[in-house]
């Protein structure tokens, strides 16, 4: 299959941009020489957003598009090292309660209003704000107790306790810097239109349609491993919401989009004969895509009754079947891009006969006319919403062999399908006992956003990250302490102790990395998955017929 890796893309787009860069300006009459301007349309099939500006709330959604008008104090090269952005250097004090950024000089929002320290402190403030109603920013920024201005270009961020994750967390899109003069705006003005410091802005909103995003031209902060300074080359970029992947395909093929997300493991294989596509493959970073157990109410707060479930029903022949090669199994809570991620195997193999003897020693040794497990006359039935916006149609069909999978052994799953909005609320409401939700954070210190105690109390948006209800004192300490830690032997020890904790709580069932693919007409060249989160960036794109 022909599939790109992410670096190897990165750099021959660079290599085009930089060769091309020396017939600048205007059309060029060679074929496939960088044309200046134009429109590129992309289509995504992620859910819309509810609101532009990703501060609030604080979904990958957002991220897809933000990323073209916001921009961040740090980011991540493809070598996994921080780079510098919208901050030129950066230091940790001697006892980690501190960090001071020296911001880049002569940035300005789109507004007019300059980027500097206050404006820094007004996005953190704005973040940490229980009314901006964020959830991931909000939880990444949790030991940070405020930001001095120090004076214009340096920021100073002072800690409850040392973060060794700061870094890490300000590469993510839901923390990059917007206009404090917007953020006084109403939030329903300030979702229509977040005002940042990139290379588009957001002129205007069709709700269910499309958000067009046109070229700032006074652009000049791009993160140290852009491929080229100044404006962006397009002159505008069309985002559209096309949900059907079918039609999200067909569009691709016939000219009408220049790019395509949430690309059907079916249409990756067909891609490969169409030598007009080219394939980003883009992991994204963090946890892994996996199935949560709800071990905070019955019948999942008994580990037998966990441990029958992961251990009685095979999932890699779905996999395999349903992905044709395009997703491989894991076995770690972290996806496969970070460094620290840990696999045990073993803790997977499937032996439904030793998982029905776990459940007769659990008590469901009766059964219905169903044929389903009882104990005291109620049936071992499990609830797995669904988000319908965030799970492929290919997982979906995973989710219906699972379920046949656990009717074998007694136990009656019951998926429900739901929209995005619906299947929050499902969440918050704890009706669920099975749930499939995927969580993006910049390195291993998503554990501690997913697993540690805190986690079961929500953020102000209302929703909580740990789904597993895992609450264990020996996992919140190791948590803590690696978060401590700036030795990175002791850092990658403690993580992977964490990770070992999880796994035999048997409250995670890993099945996958949260899969990005993008499909690019080959027409268009310099379309690069930034690395922090696995999102886009059109800023180097440009046209070629």
């Keep these: 299959m022909r599939t790109r890796s992410l670096p190897l893309l990165a750099l021959a787009s660079a290599g085009a941009l930089l060769l091309a860069g020396c017939a600048s300006g205007g059309d060029s009459s060679d074929d496939g020489a960088l044309r200046a301007g134009g429109t590129l349309t992309y289509a995504t099939g992620d859910a819309e957003p509810t609101c532009l500006d990703p501060h609030v709330g604080g979904n990958y959604p957002q991220a897809l598009v933000s990323t073209q008008y916001l921009e961040s104090l740090v980011s991540k090269d493809s070598e996994g090292e921080i780079v510098p952005w919208l901050a030129d250097s950066w230091q940790e004090s001697d006892d980690g309660l501190s960090w001071t950024f020296t911001l880049r000089d002569g940035v300005s ?47 100073r961020f002072d800690l409850s306790e040392p973060d060794s994750a700061l870094l890490e967390s300000l590469t993510q899109p839901w923390l990059a810097m917007e206009s404090p003069e917007a953020l006084e705006r109403s939030q329903e003005a300030n979702c229509e239109s977040p005002v940042g410091t990139g290379p588009f802005v957001v002129e205007s909103w069709t709700k269910q349609d499309r958000v067009v995003l046109s070229r700032n031209d006074d652009y000049s902060s791009p993160p140290a491993d852009a491929a080229h300074d100044g404006p962006a080359h ?50 994204r970073p963090g946890a892994a895509n996996r199935i949560e157990l709800n071990s905070g109410k019955a019948p999942f707060d008994d580990e037998r009754v966990r441990q029958a479930f992961i251990t009685g029903v095979d999932v890699n022949d779905g996999i395999d079947s349903l992905f044709f090669g395009t997703a491989e199994r894991s076995y770690s809570p972290l996806s496969s891009v970070e460094p620290l991620a840990y696999s045990d195997e073993s803790l997977f193999d499937v032996d439904p006969d030793a998982a029905g003897d776990l ?29 319908t916006n965030q799970s492929i149609p290919a997982e979906q069909s995973l989710f219906e062999q ?12 019951v998926l429900s399908p739901l929209d995005l909005s619906s299947w929050y609320g499902a969440l918050a409401e704890n009706d669920y006992d099975l749930v499939s939700a995927p969580y993006t954070k910049v390195g291993p210190d998503v554990l501690r956003i997913l697993y540690d105690t805190a986690g079961i109390t929500p953020a102000p948006s209302g929703y909580f990250a740990n789904l597993a209800q895992l609450s264990d004192p020996a996992l919140d300490q190791l ?40 499909l690019v007409r080959s027409s268009v060249t310099g379309v690069r998955a930034l690395p922090p989160v696995s999102a886009v960036t059109l800023y180097d794109a440009s046209r070629t017929d």
């Excluded at 404006?119 to 940070?144: C, F, I, M, R, W």
């Excluded at 790019?259 to 079916?266: A, E, L, R, T, Y």
């Excluded at 699972?402 to 799953?413: N, R, T």
């Design 359 to 387: 459940l007769d020693e659990a008590g469901w040794t009766e059964r219905d006319a169903d044929g389903y497990r009882t104990k005291g006359g109620e049936r071992l039935s499990l609830e797995f919403p669904v988000s």
């Design 234 to 283: 397009l002159d505008e970029v069309v985002w559209r919401f096309i949900p059907d992947s079918a039609a999200r395909y067909a569009a691709l093929q016939a000219g009408q989009v220049d790019v395509i997300d949430n690309v059907q493991p079916d249409t990756l294989v067909a891609a490969e004969k169409d030598d007009s596509l080219d394939e980003i493959d883009a992991p």
């Design 109 to 155: 929002f789109t507004d007019g209003t300059p980027f500097d320290a206050a404006a820094v402190a007004a996005n953190v403030a704005h973040l940490q704000d229980p009314e901006t109603l964020s959830s991931t920013g909000y939880l990444a920024l949790q030991k940070v107790t405020g930001v001095e201005a120090v004076d214009a270009r340096t920021a």
């Design 402 to 413: 699972i379920q046949a999978g656990a009717k074998q052994l007694g136990i009656e799953v």
């Design 479 to 518: 948590l803590t302490d690696a978060a401590q830690t700036s030795d990175p032997d002791e850092r990658a020890d403690l993580y992977r102790q964490t990770q070992q904790i999880v796994l035999e709580s048997y409250t995670v069932l890993p099945l996958y990395d949260q899969q990005n693919h993008y």
